[in-house]
């Protein structure tokens, strides 16, 4: 199977085997994490890589509480991708010391520069995104895990993280159960893509027409009714208050893993 079907065929797995990623196919995907693009080539993310089983229950139980998130237990690898503003901050001490007529405060204490959080979140998202690219041409399965983001004070404690790292995106790799694979499905998707502009009219018409369909695929598959207007807008609506919001508003007060600020 080609690249474009292994795509086009890929579902997200929840449920994994306790089948072992081989140590070559992990080197692999090492070598293409670090080869991923990076904004600028300002290489502004980093990704650990985690087999150990305490480690995991860890992530699990910081996340359980809006997840059930099994799959970061049962998977044999789990993937965290950080923006990385450390990196970039040891680097400005270089630049500091080697230009010292410039006399300038830590270049990221200039935070309210949104450019450094987009920058540094593209470059994790595609670091992710390439890692279950390499997997499934690999015969691996995934799940892109984004509630790990949300306890960030957390994660920064189970990694012993310096300041300025800030999780982003988590992927879980491993090989579906078979209860994984009788339970993947293709849920059913809206069209994002146009033509030289954006048409208002016709989004408007495919939200409208979508969040028909969606109710009705929920409606016969699983017995729920939700739609697509549902389950967005109580998401974003349950993330009003939410502990990433919260750590985001406290990265702009440059000290945002301050435990004493996050409580």
């Known amino acids: 199977m080609n690249f474009i079907n292994q795509k086009l065929n890929r579902v997200s797995v929840r449920s994994f ?4 990623i081989s140590q070559k196919d992990i080197d692999q995907l090492k070598k293409i994490i670090n ?23 860890k992530i699990y139980e910081s996340v359980k509480e809006r997840n059930s998130a099994k799959h970061v237990l ?12 450390n990196r970039i901050n040891i680097a400005n001490d270089i630049y500091l010391k080697n230009h010292k007529s410039i006399v300038d405060k830590k270049l990221l204490a200039r935070t309210e520069i ?15 995104q390439v890692t279950v690219d390499a997997a499934t041409s690999l015969g691996i399965d995934s799940c892109f895990t984004g509630s790990t983001s949300r306890n960030a004070v957390g994660i920064k404690k189970i990694f012993n993280l310096p300041d ?23 849920e059913p998707k809206i069209n994002k893509i146009y ?20 109710n ?16 967005t807008i109580e998401y974003y609506r349950h ?15 440059n000290n945002w893993m301050s435990s004493d600020k996050s409580k």
């Open 17 to 20: 085997s306790d089948k072992k």
């Open 35 to 57: 080869a991923s693009d990076t904004c600028f080539n300002g290489q502004q993310f980093s990704a650990i890589f985690v087999n150990d089983k305490e480690t995991k229950r």
């Open 74 to 85: 049962e998977c044999d690898t789990f993937v965290f991708f950080f923006a990385d503003f």
């Open 114 to 128: 949104i450019d450094s959080l987009l920058y540094s979140v593209m470059d994790a998202t595609i670091a992710a």
């Open 164 to 186: 300025y790292l800030i999780p982003v995106v988590g992927v879980a790799l491993g090989y579906a159960s078979q209860e994984g694979r009788d339970k993947s499905e293709f």
């Open 195 to 214: 033509d030289n502009c954006y048409p208002q009219d016709q989004v408007k018409k495919e939200v409208e027409d979508f969040e028909i369909s969606s």
């Open 216 to 231: 009705k695929y929920y409606l016969e598959k699983h017995n729920l009714d939700i739609s697509y207007s549902k389950r």
């Open 239 to 253: 993330l009003s208050d939410d502990m990433f919001t919260k750590n985001i508003k406290i990265i702009w007060d």
